[in-house]
C-alpha cells in the first residue's frame, strides 16, 4: 500500500537560515508528488507540484523541491526563511493507478525564531 | 481562484446528534473529497465523489456518509456523532483528470462532539 512519511513532526529554524523539510514515500508506480502548507486557521495550499520532467520544480513563496526517485524522497527547500513561514506543511502523493486519491503524510510544523 | 466554501468554521454537537457538513466550489470541478485531519495523523480520506450521485469510501469511512445531489455541493454526514469524530474536517475539490491535479480545500469545520 501507499504511504508518506514525513520524519520530522516539527522544525525549528532561525529566519534567514535555509530550511529542507523530508518527505519519502512507498508507492508502487510513478508518483505525482506536491507539497500544501497550511497556515494556522486556513485549510491547505498548494505550494509546488511534481508530474514528470525536470526533477527540480520551483513553487510559490520561494520554495522547490527536489525528486529523488532513487531514495523515493521529494524534499521540501527553502534558501531563506521567512517569519511568515512557520506554518504546517504537508507531503502528498498521487499515481494514475490509485485514481484520485492522495496519500498524505503526517505533517511538519515549522516554527521561525526571529 | 477555485474557491471551495464550508458553512461552518465551528460546530459542538452533542453524541448521537445527526451532523451535516456542508461544502460548495464553484469551479464546475467534477471530484470532491473529505478529509479529517488529525495531529499527527496527517489528512485521511473520508469519502470522495467522482460525479454527481457517485461516491467512494475513503480509507476511514465508518460513521460517515456523504450526498452529492448536485456537482458544486459534497455534504458530510455523521449519522450519530460520537466523541472520537471530534476533528477537523476539510472538504476539497479536484478538477481536471484527477489524479495529477492539485486539491483545492476549505478552510475548514472544526467540529467537537461532547
Known amino acids: 500500500a501507499q504511504s508518506v512519511t514525513q520524519p520530522d513532526i516539527h522544525i525549528t529554524v532561525s529566519e534567514g537560515a535555509s530550511l529542507e523539510l523530508r518527505c519519502n514515500y512507498s508507492?508502487?508506480?510513478?508518483?505525482?508528488l506536491f507539497w500544501y502548507v497550511q497556515s494556522p486557521g486556513q485549510g491547505l495550499q498548494l505550494l509546488l507540484k511534481?508530474?514528470?520532467?525536470?526533477?527540480l520544480v520551483q513553487g510559490i513563496k520561494g520554495f522547490e523541491a527536489e525528486f529523488k526517485r532513487s531514495q523515493s524522497s521529494f524534499n521540501l527547500r527553502k534558501p531563506s526563511v521567512h517569519w511568515s513561514d512557520a506554518a504546517e506543511y504537508f507531503c502528498?502523493?498521487?499515481?494514475?493507478?490509485?485514481?484520485?486519491?492522495?496519500?498524505f503524510g503526517a505533517g511538519t510544523i515549522l516554527r521561525v525564531k526571529s | 481562484d477555485v474557491k471551495v466554501t464550508q458553512s461552518s468554521r465551528y460546530l459542538v454537537k452533542r453524541t448521537g446528534e445527526k451532523v451535516f457538513l456542508e461544502c460548495v466550489q464553484d469551479?464546475?470541478?467534477?471530484?470532491m473529497f473529505w478529509y479529517r485531519q488529525d495531529p499527527g495523523l496527517g489528512l485521511r480520506l473520508i469519502y470522495f465523489?467522482?460525479?454527481?450521485?457517485?461516491?467512494e469510501k475513503g480509507d476511514i469511512p465508518e460513521g460517515y456518509s456523504v450526498s452529492r445531489e448536485k456537482k458544486e455541493r459534497f455534504s458530510l454526514i455523521l449519522e450519530s456523532a460520537s466523541t472520537n469524530q471530534t476533528s477537523m474536517y476539510l472538504c476539497?475539490?479536484?478538477?481536471?483528470?484527477?489524479?495529477?491535479?492539485?486539491?483545492?480545500f476549505g478552510n475548514g469545520t472544526r467540529l467537537t462532539v461532547t
Open positions: 502528498a502523493v498521487g499515481a494514475m493507478e490509485y485514481g484520485n486519491k492522495l496519500v
Open positions: 508507492y508502487g508506480a510513478t508518483p505525482y
Open positions: 511534481y508530474f514528470s520532467g525536470d526533477t
Open positions: 469551479m464546475d470541478h467534477e471530484n
Open positions: 465523489s467522482y460525479d454527481v450521485k457517485m461516491k
Open positions: 476539497a475539490s479536484m478538477g481536471g483528470q484527477g489524479h495529477n491535479s492539485p486539491l483545492h
